[in-house]
């Protein structure tokens, strides 16, 4: 963990107590933090059952969390003015029908609880819950798996559930999708709680199997830059979905269950016999999962320096085929290219964001104003760029970091 994130993160939990204490005048019995996600390449490929390779970063959202004697659950969070509270059996009424009542950022939390209840005997104690964060909100490092992820490892020691890590990333996504209503993949919240420092998960989204595989930045000198473009997405709303609905209708009309049964062979029929816009989008997704199994083949077979063409072939993908690009993540991804980038891409969702750019440890100041430079020439609001580390997932914080 780098000094800057590591003091950020200090000050993330120091502010889940103090946040503990105003909110709710006692101390809590323990704090959890899970982290963000990077998500290194495949893009749009875990809901059509394929393969990504996120690794989790080294900014975290922490929660302070204790038990109630009553079966009420609160929540509060620096993010927000208001605390929630709710009974533990309103929570089976409330989501999904009734999520609206919910102001959606306590929907995550409150979505976590109910998620759980359902591998609870009986109803649970309550829980007072305090979130802080470093993790930038809507930037693409995933500050959804995180919120989930600290309240999901809170509650499953709490009520001792002995959930293991797998079974509270399927409880995050439940509670993202149908709690929140984002109709959001598995990888982020595999990605948070699976997460090991120096090393991506490599994860098979049909299987849900894992594998470690090693970055190797440090040791080839290299940094992994974040270059938020201050474009926020929103996932619960429009292009998202539409690109889901796309990859469903190629699927079924390619007489496939998802596009993971797909393979590049297969693109000269799909090509036939789909509409235009709908043979790229599976084209997209085909060909992103390859790109994800080389990548893997290539960091092990010969480190992370060789990796830069398929960072850069997603990104023209995603640009092109999947149309989920804006000029600002285009610009970034140009820019540090052309200032000594290894490789770069857009990451996350789409429609706003974050690129990354795999960036040799002297060329970290050049590529960084080269790209201030060419957002202030475009008329763009300034990119916040910083590097992030492979950093382990979520658990309890014994100690300050
Ligand atoms: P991201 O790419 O950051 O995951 P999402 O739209 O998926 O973007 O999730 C962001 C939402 O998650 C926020 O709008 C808020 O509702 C919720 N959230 C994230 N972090 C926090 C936090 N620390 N406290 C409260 N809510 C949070
Ligand atoms: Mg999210």
Known sequence: MSDTAASAASAASADAAELFAAAFAAAPSGLWSAPGRVNLIGEHTDYNDGFVLPFAI?????????????????????????????????????????????????????????????HAEGIPAGADIAIASDVPVGAGLSSSAAIEGAV?????????LGLSRRELAIAGRRAENDAVGAPTGIM????????????ATFLDCRSLQTQSVPLGFAAAGLELLVMDT?????????????RRASCELGAATMGVSSLRDLVVDDLARAEDILDDVTFRRVRHVVTENERVLDTVEVL????????????????????????I????????????????A????????????????????????????AVTVAFAEAGFAPPHIFAVHPSAGAGRVTSAH
């Open 58 to 118: 080294d900014h975290r959202t922490h929660a302070a969390v204790a038990l109630r004697a009553d079966a009420r659950v609160r929540v509060a969070s620096t993010f927000a003015e208001e605390t929630v509270e709710v009974p533990l059996v309103e929570l089976n009424d409330l989501f999904p029908s009734r999520r609206d009542e919910i102001v959606e950022w306590a929907r995550y939390p409150l979505g976590i609880a109910w998620a759980l209840l359902a």
């Open 230 to 242: 201050r474009v926020k997405h929103q996932h619960s709303t429009g292009g998202y979905g539409e």
């Open 300 to 323: 092990r077979a010969r480190g992370p320096l060789a990796i830069g063409a398929l960072l850069l072939d997603s990104h023209a993908s995603m640009r092109d085929d999947f149309e």
């Open 188 to 199: 982020d919240q595999m990605a948070s709680m699976l997460g090991q420092s120096d090393a």
């Open 342 to 369: 290894i490789g770069a891409r857009m990451t996350g969702g789409g429609f706003g964001g974050a690129a990354i750019a795999l960036v040799r440890h002297e060329d970290v100041t050049a590529v960084t104003e």
């Open 152 to 160: 999901a490892m809170a509650l499953n020691e709490l009520w001792e």
């Open 325 to 340: 690009s804006v000029p600002e993540l285009d610009t970034a991804v140009a820019t540090s290219m052309a200032a000594g």
